[in-house]
């Protein structure tokens, strides 16, 4: 009975924003590192963020300064805002969470979204 539910994705032009969301139910979700993926056609998934509990971030190097990973506990939800978006951001976008210590592989996660659509044009 566990959810992830993702909204926020879309079309957007190039040096355009989004924020995507993730809502969670069925969880202790403060009990739960997020995270936000992302896979393109033909790649691998690839970690874009993480943050626990305390508020701690991680980010993949393509996308610091750009993007900005947050929860809300209160809300069940955790956030991504993506600013100044390129046409390389283009892929479905994951959020999940573990309850794993350190940068878990995505067959770590123990619950996954069912992703939403970024589609950065030029």
């Known amino acids: 009975q566990v959810h992830l539910v993702e909204s926020g994705g879309g079309l957007v032009q190039a040096g355009g924003s989004l924020r995507l969301s993730c809502a969670a139910s069925g969880l202790t979700f403060s009990s739960y590192k997020m995270a936000w993926f992302r896979q393109a056609p033909g790649k691998e998934r690839e970690l874009v963020a993480t943050i626990n509990s305390g508020g701690t971030r991680y980010y993949l190097d393509s996308v610091k300064g750009r993007f900005t990973i947050s929860r809300d506990n209160a809300e069940n939800t955790a956030y991504l805002q993506m600013n100044g978006l390129k046409l390389e951001d283009t892929a479905v976008y994951y959020c999940?969470?573990?309850?794993?210590?350190?940068?878990?592989?995505?067959?770590?996660?123990?619950?996954w979204g069912q992703g939403t659509q970024v589609t950065v044009s030029s």
């Open positions: 999940a969470a573990t309850r794993r210590l350190g940068l878990p592989t995505p067959s770590d996660y123990d619950y």
